[in-house]
């Protein structure tokens, strides 16, 4: 296989997945929810736990104030290219919200030899999700979206954010916090199971 047809089916693969997203962590919320093999102090993995949860979160709820419902699309519709607040550091802020939302999970159920399964995971998942977003973005942006990307990486934020030119965009926090009620939802509904259980399930 040629690197065009390995980049074509990775591509393919994403959005695959892109589709699918919210439905994919199932599988593995099922088995920190159901597996009871206990290997740590409660102190030493709920504090880390409810850190990760607030800061994936809070980047997703960031992220969102920028970019308004478009984040909840299943399709491959494309608005304007975001570069404001968490999109002037890093490229994926909402994934890396995801990353820690799933990282928390993992912290909260006491199942600490599941971090590189919820890793291996959420590799699987995002890395083409984020190659389809990125050629699908490439085709209609063109050189303004090839510019970000030179100066904004994928994954592992900058020290400072990058200023693109243009007006910035006024925070839709109202929006944000409506559009993300379904994953502040799932929040609340996961640490009340978790509380379960350590305190019924044991």
């Known amino acids: 296989m040629t690197q065009r047809s390995r980049r074509i089916s990775l591509v393919s693969v994403g959005e695959w997945f892109f589709s699918r997203r919210s439905w994919t962590p199932i599988p593995l919320i099922l088995i920190l929810v159901f597996v009871g093999f206990r290997e740590s102090r409660d102190s030493l993995t709920w504090l880390p736990g409810l850190g990760l ?21 299943r399709g491959d519709g494309v608005g304007q290219l975001a570069t404001a607040g968490p999109y002037g550091y890093v490229r994926n802020p909402l994934y890396l919200g995801n990353f820690c939302l799933m990282m928390g999970a993992v912290f909260l159920s006491e199942l600490l030899w599941m971090i590189p399964v919820a890793l291996v995971v959420f590799i699987v998942q995002y890395v083409p999700i984020v190659r389809w977003e990125e050629s699908v973005l490439s085709e209609r942006l063109g050189a303004d979206y090839a510019v970000y990307c030179r ?9 400072r954010p990058w200023r693109a030119s243009g007006a910035a965009q006024p925070y839709q926090w109202r929006a944000a916090f409506w ?5 502040l939802g799932s929040i609340a509904f996961l640490l009340l199971v978790m509380l379960a259980k350590e305190n019924f399930l044991r």
């Open 53 to 73: 949860l607030a800061l994936g979160e809070a980047l997703r709820l960031w992220g969102v104030a920028v970019i308004g419902k478009g984040s909840r699309t």
């Open 151 to 159: 100066h904004v990486p994928r994954w592992f934020p900058r020290w």
């Open 179 to 183: 559009s993300e009620r379904s994953t």
